[in-house]
């Protein structure tokens, strides 16, 4: 896992137990897994919007919203980024059709 995501997923760790009122993060899991998926998608659209516009800045700064939120959310349901990246490590190689096929149901 990559340096950033290595120090980003341990300060969210340790945001869960700051003060509300100190830290942005903190809040969001204070208010719970709505707020924080509500904020997801509020940055998922900001991005389709700015990827709409084609403004390469504004692209990366949205993306890195939306990531950061992803990992917020992640953090919140106590599930490492390393997770995610052996899950795409596992589908790297695969087609969508392949990989969809593989999951089944799911």
């Known amino acids: 896992m990559s340096d950033v995501l290595n120090k980003l997923a341990e300060v969210l760790e340790a945001r869960k137990n700051a003060d509300p009122d100190s830290s942005y993060v903190a809040s969001l899991y204070h208010k719970g897994t709505d707020t924080i998926l509500k904020k997801l998608g509020e940055e998922a659209t900001e991005t389709v919007i ?14 890195a919203d939306l990531w950061f939120h992803s990992l917020v959310l992640l953090a919140h349901n106590d599930i490492s980024p390393q997770v995610i990246l052996d899950e795409l490590d596992r589908r790297f190689g695969l087609s969508g059709i392949e990989e969809k096929e593989s999951r089944g149901n799911k």
Do not use: L, S
């Open 50 to 63: 700015a990827g709409k516009g084609g403004d390469r800045d504004e692209i990366i700064y949205e993306t």
